[in-house]
């Protein structure tokens, strides 16, 4: 490929540069129904100074507010991380943890902050077999067992005394998610569409019930106000005392008792040893665009670039976007790179992982020529090496006036994590420990393969495919993109970034543009609807297996170029905003 060139670049910039406001059209984020608009119609929302850009609407203006008061993106992007654990209980949260990618714009730094769950210390590699050695996923998925250690406080608070402005205090950024959770707030979007379909799983457990159903036992409905009040009390706790007041004294007392009394084996000495970690972000280029992503124990950066790696070598503008070429490139691309990921990927410091090898661009050379352009390969078929015995998230992006910019990742794994809320805290806990490999060769709830390198144990972090990203162009940034979707979060950063670069889309236009994914296993492709029968025919001739609905993704996104902000939040979530000012 040739280098790229300054018409180059400026294609980019204009291209993610659009008008105000995208029109609304048919979604249901209950059912994973989505159609797609022409995106010739849609537009991003500009700002000239700072933009919040999240699944939830009262969340994206809480920070786009500190934004207003002066705080950087890292201000911003914790007040939007407290508030959602609140407005969007589904995946915002206290009891679930995530990852978040920060540029620094003074010092021309980028930083990673892990702040993934951990297995507790009585963790074994074989806790989630069944009597008969076989892997028994209701104990990661629907039982206490499941449940990591949070990291979502420590996380978010690192992040604020590391990076933040100094302008405010955590307990200012907090007090927007106190008087939410106190006063409560009215039922509306997508909490609206989900709470219905997922309370039964809230229901069972006492605790939950009380906070989450009507007086009948029925669920809360569109309308009603959701009033949380351990968890306001909690949040205070957090405002005064800081990272201690979650992780040692009466809330950890009662989270470590709420989680034995289910089942759980989180102990405070758990909570205690918690720790967020500051990482080196991984890093990659993709035609003259510099990659900067998350690293292990998330494999979404490693994933991406590794796919990127492979794309790179293809015209692909020349192919045109949505065209059954790119289409299949894409796919061979996907399912190679996410083959790696099975194979080799786990905590850094449980596992070594061939880190330079996978991010290489020679590797993808050879993984490039493996590629037959008439034909699928099966996925028994895509390993370079020999194996080594190796739905619920949320992203929201955050730039400012001085170009710091925040891409940060969240989860509690599945719709309301486990369903269980930790009696008289408030807190709504993950079911992350099924991120973790049951067994060699067993799959995850989404599919996902894993081998040695992912088995449980203890201290250890789960494998994630959580993806926020930063595409930088000389030095700053020009996209902060991620999303939820479990393993389909890397295919849908991956499709957003080549979208916008190959395509030269607005960022509204590449966020709202169907996608398709594949994980290496099972051996199919996932798609949206908006892909025209004729395409999908001709991946069925070239031997691919389709299958609909892809299942959520949601990729909130904010393209920086020299005019401003501009911001899009995915359609597919019923209450995304872009907030800037």
Do not use: C
Not at 186 to 194: E, R, W, Y
Not at 322 to 334: C, F, K, P, Q, R
């Amino acid at each position: 490929m040739a280098p790229i060139t300054k018409r180059r670049a400026l294609a980019f910039v204009l291209g993610v540069f659009g008008l105000l406001f995208a029109p609304a059209f048919a979604q249901d984020s209950r059912h994973g129904y989505y159609a797609p608009p022409a995106l010739d119609t849609v537009r991003p929302v500009a700002a000239k100074n700072g933009m919040v850009v999240a699944q939830e609407r009262v969340a994206a203006e809480i920070g786009r507010d500190i934004l207003a008061r002066g705080g950087n993106a890292i201000d911003a992007a914790v007040a939007t991380g407290f508030a959602m654990a609140v407005t969007y209980p589904r995946a915002g949260n206290l009891g679930g943890g995530g990852f978040m990618v920060i540029h620094l714009a003074a010092s021309n730094e980028a930083v990673a902050i892990d702040y993934r769950e951990s297995a507790p210390a009585a963790a074994t590699r074989d806790m989630f077999l069944g009597d008969d050695g076989k892997p028994d996923t209701k104990k990661s998925r629907d039982q206490a067992l499941g449940i990591g250690v949070p990291g979502t406080v420590a996380g978010l608070a690192l992040a604020l005394e590391k990076y933040g402005s100094g302008k405010f205090k955590l307990a200012d950024l907090i007090t927007p998610a106190i008087a939410l959770a106190r006063d409560g707030f009215v039922i509306a979007d997508d909490t609206a569409d989900t709470l219905p379909d997922w309370h039964r799983r809230l229901a069972k457990w006492p605790s939950s019930r009380k906070i989450f159903s009507r007086a009948d036992g029925t669920s809360l409905q569109p309308g009603d106000s959701l009033i949380q009040s351990d968890l306001a009390t909690t949040l205070e706790t957090i405002s005064a005392q800081g990272v201690r007041g979650f992780y040692d004294g009466a809330v950890a007392e009662k989270l470590a008792a709420g989680i034995q009394a289910a089942g759980g084996i989180i102990t405070r000495d758990d909570l205690r040893a918690y720790q967020a970690v500051i990482r080196a972000p991984v890093r990659g280029t993709y035609r003259g665009f510099e990659i900067v992503s998350m690293p292990l124990p998330s494999s979404g950066g490693t994933v991406l670039i590794e796919t990127l790696n492979i794309l790179e070598g293809y015209k692909l503008r020349e192919m045109g976007a949505g065209s059954v070429d790119a289409l299949h490139v894409s796919i061979e691309a996907m399912k190679r790179a996410y083959g790696d990921r099975a194979r080799y990927l786990g905590d850094p410091a449980f596992v070594n992982a061939p880190m330079q090898q996978l991010l290489a661009k020679d590797y993808a050379a050879k993984q490039r020529a493996t590629i037959d352009m008439t034909k699928a390969t099966p996925w028994s078929e895509t390993t370079l090496v020999s194996p080594r015995e190796g739905s619920n998230t949320t992203h929201y992006s955050v730039v400012d006036s001085s170009g710091n910019a925040v891409s940060n990742t969240y989860t509690l794994n599945f719709s309301y994590g486990l369903g269980l809320v930790a009696d008289g805290t408030g807190v709504l806990l993950n079911n992350e420990m099924d991120d973790f490999t049951a067994a060699p060769g067993a799959s995850n709830a989404y599919g996902l393969v894993g081998f040695e390198a992912n088995l449980p144990g203890p201290g250890k972090r789960p494998l994630s495919s959580m993806s926020p990203t930063i595409v930088l162009k000389d030095g700053k940034p020009v996209l902060v993109t991620g999303s939820p979707g479990g393993s389909r979060i890397i295919s849908a950063v991956l499709q957003v970034v080549i979208n916008a670069i190959d395509f030269d889309m607005n960022v509204a236009a590449a966020v709202s543009a169907p996608r398709l994914h594949h994980q290496w296993r099972p051996d199919e492709v996932r798609v949206e609807h908006g892909f025209s029968e004729a395409t999908l025919t001709a991946l069925r001739e070239r031997g691919h297996r389709i299958i609909a609905p892809l299942g959520q993704t949601s990729v909130n996104s904010i393209a920086v170029t020299p005019d401003g902000l501009l911001g899009a939040a995915d359609p597919r979530t019923r209450g995304a905003e872009a907030s800037g000012y």
